[in-house]
């Protein structure tokens, strides 16, 4: 059997498929942040995207991929987006609409629900769908193959948690802690350095899959500068939790300290310079959300912590006795309830639902 907290370099932490804490009933925020971004990305997608080049007098497919798709429903609406964005251009541009077919491929790790998604595909799509497993910093994809790239809320998951941060010898060695803190300097470089050698893979990765001309959108955690880091705030409090239970016995301190969530949350500008640095995107548009959502609403605990645990609770049953999860997850909501109104005062704008959202075009070869 596999022996519990050993498995920190395993990169596959899949989102809850099914019931009470799954992705599918705890992703509002993201199908919010889907709602927001769709006109930009389709008023951005109109302006860039040329028919005539990318189907290169070839075919009438066009290929879409999203990319961390997870179980749905909001995979679904992202992707009519496209669709529908497509079709008007194709309009304008005098195609037809018949004329145009639609081949989607839905990725994410092996271990996926794929079962759950396809169960629920709309009934009325239009088009034909696929799935493609593996992990979207590698490979994906025949070269020059797809016309449209996606992904939402998945590109801050790193490949896997940076070696330094476990090892005891190491500056970086991140002792009772599950994140990084801005202020220790050592361990937020070696989470960096992580994202950006797996940014970089994932933008050469996708760079030979596009064809010229192709359209690319990226939204993801990401912070805007002069920002509050809500995500580190509410990791952190998460890491704060598993201490207060090793200090009671209920879990070992050694498991706590070998525990860290494999996530970076880059600031903006390291985003916008890696892509540039790669050469092969041209940014069109890059927004922050923060200004995007409405912010009025009050943060409240137990939303907060269901949809972290629709995303975390893999990461935690893969380390820790199974045992001992439910509890964590009591003692997180109430650590919540204590701490959020003071921590995120509704009349602080500068802290809610970080993110960033970039769409390229690949450039002409
Ligand atoms: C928070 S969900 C987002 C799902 C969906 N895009 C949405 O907006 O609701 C993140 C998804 O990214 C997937 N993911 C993370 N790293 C990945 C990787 N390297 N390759 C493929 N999928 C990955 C996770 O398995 C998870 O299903
Ligand atoms: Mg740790």
Redesign the pocket.
Known sequence: MERKGSNQSH?????NGQGEYS?AQN?NH??L??DVTKHIIREAMLEMLDLETVLHNSSNVIRIA??????GP??FF?VQNFIDTVNLKSQSQGHGLDSLEFQVYF???V??DFNTLFKSLPEDKQYYAAAVP????GRLFPESSIHVFN?????H?L?RVPREIVDKNSPAYNKGKIFYIDEDKEVTKAYSAQFKRDFESFLNSRALEIVPGGIMSL?FLCVPPDTKNAFQVLSNIMGDVLVEMANKDLISHELVDSFNIPIYTPASKEVIELIQKNGKFEIEKSEFLYRLIDTKRLPDAQKTCMSRRA?SEGLFKKHFEEGIVDEFFIQYEKQLAEQLTTLFPVSDQNYKDLGGLFVMKRTLV
């Open positions: 990169e596959e932490f899949p989102m992705y992703s993201q199908r942040t889907a999203d990319l961390g798709c997870s179980v909001n995979t992202t990725n994410d790790h271990g996926n593996g992990s979207f910093h992904s939402t809320y998945a590109l998951w490949s939204t995303w």
